[in-house]
């Protein structure tokens, strides 16, 4: 643990941290399947959206 | 410097790329909102806990009224867009109660110690900022513990949901946000010295840029703009590949909660938009010829209190419904009476992190306190 480590350095072990649990979503939970994604925007869909927020229990 | 930008380009462009083909355009836009955020966080150095330690330190609230302009810019726009959607966008509204009053005081205190809130800690992490870095892998472990108690908290009592809008009507309820977000600005005005009360030119220019990318943010995914439920989604997600069976936890079997934990997080909205964010951090300090240097070296212990700090940071954030981000900026700017509890709680946490801070915070170099 020391101050050695640069920015850059601790920048791509931070990209390499949401990498690592990518790979390891992507292991678990397959790929998404395109044919059931949303369509770009929620606005104008005709849909409620569907995602899980930080307010919801 | 040519290659070294050229790397970053690859990064940004490569992995919306990757979430537009492995996801669809959706997930792709909501890279890009992310990136947004990214770049104005660390680009126009726009933050969260730095202006609320600064009014209270320095007398200066240029950071604060910033952040208040940000957010009555998006009410304005969202209030009106939201009544008109038919029910395609939804607000960030969450009951008070007394778990989520204690999460937000608590959240306060403890994004003081790690120097970064929700939205702080990965844009910190992105920039190459080690205690960010730390702050990050709490925050993750930390808001996914906070799920498994959050049913326990809820149930310690609380209020309906309460909504401006929902008890004042739609043009009442966002006079009233505006005129509560006038009052909080007075204050801070009162509160700054002279020469630290007008934002600068580059806080105005970040305030309208958060703005339009917490409304894009909107009209992509038909929710505002949120943190924690992205990271207590990893810690879950990681938890389970170590063998836990989260469908026996009320907060994961939830119907909702169950699709984001079997789906890929190419498919949770605050999990593309945290991913953005933090890449887009990371290209700010890539792009510049000088990253900066890094944070002053603490104590093991100080890493210790850090690591610590940020569990605190993200189980509070679970119990508060949402961080600086989703109750904060997005609760009060899409009516939610717990954004702005959330508000006065997390300010009072924060006054006692502040003194804490030279407590736990210590550099390795003996002579003084973090500062």
Redesign the interface.
């Known amino acids: 643990?020391?101050?050695?480590?640069?920015?850059?350095?601790?920048?791509f072990?931070?990209?390499a941290?949401?990498t690592a649990?990518?790979a390891?979503?992507?292991?678990?939970?397959?790929?998404?399947d395109?044919f059931t994604?949303?369509?770009?925007?929620?606005?104008?869909?005709?849909?409620?959206?569907?995602?899980?927020?930080?307010?919801?229990? | 410097m040519f290659l070294q930008r050229a790397t970053v380009l690859l990064i940004v462009l490569g992995f919306t790329l990757f979430a537009f083909v492995m996801a669809g355009p959706r997930a792709g836009l909501l890279v890009l909102v992310g990136l947004g955020f990214g770049l104005v966080l660390e680009g126009l150095r726009f933050g969260f806990a730095g202006p609320w330690r600064m009014i209270v330190t320095d007398r200066d609230g240029r950071g604060l009224l910033a952040q208040l302009i940000a957010i009555a810019l998006v009410a304005v726009v969202a209030f009106p867009l939201m009544a008109g959607s038919g029910g395609e966008l939804v607000p960030a509204h969450a009951p008070v109660g007394i778990g989520m009053i204690l999460g937000a005081f608590v959240f306060g205190a403890a994004m003081q110690l790690v120097m970064g809130c929700g939205s702080g800690t990965l844009v910190n992490a992105g920039s190459g900022n080690l205690v960010g870095l730390i702050a990050l892998a709490g925050f993750i472990a930390g808001s996914f513990v906070g799920t498994l108690h959050l049913g326990w908290w809820s149930s310690l009592g609380s209020l309906p949901v309460i909504s401006a809008q929902g008890s004042f009507g739609e043009t009442g309820g966002l006079v009233l946000t505006l005129a509560g977000l006038a009052i909080v600005a007075v204050i801070a005005f009162l509160r700054s010295a002279p020469g630290k009360r007008i934002p600068p030119r580059r806080l105005w220019i970040a305030a309208v840029l958060i703005a339009a990318l917490a409304l894009a943010n909107l009209v992509i995914a038909g929710q505002p703009w949120g943190i924690v439920y992205g990271l207590g989604l990893w810690g879950a997600k990681i938890a389970q590949a170590g063998g836990a069976d989260l469908a026996s936890t009320a907060f994961w079997a939830a119907e909702g909660n169950a699709t984001r934990l079997a789906e890929s997080i190419l498919t949770d909205v605050t999990s593309l938009t945290n991913i953005g964010l933090l890449i887009g951090a990371f290209a700010v300090m890539r792009w510049r010829a000088d990253p900066g240097a890094q944070t002053q070296a603490l104590t093991l212990a100080s890493y210790g209190a850090v690591l610590l700090a940020a569990l605190v940071l993200g189980y509070s954030a679970r119990m508060a419904f949402g961080c600086n981000v989703g109750a904060f900026f997005s609760g009060i700017s899409t009516g939610s009476l717990h954004g702005w509890v959330w508000l006065v709680a997390a300010f009072a946490g924060s006054i006692l992190g502040i003194k804490l801070r030279p407590v736990l915070l210590r550099p390795r170099i003996s002579g003084g306190a973090y500062a």
């Open positions: 643990m020391s101050a050695r480590i640069s920015r850059p350095v601790t920048g072990l931070a990209l941290l949401i649990i990518l390891l979503d992507l292991g678990q939970s397959g790929a998404p395109l994604a949303p369509p770009a925007f929620a606005f104008g869909s005709g849909a409620a959206p569907e995602g899980a927020h930080c307010t919801g229990g």
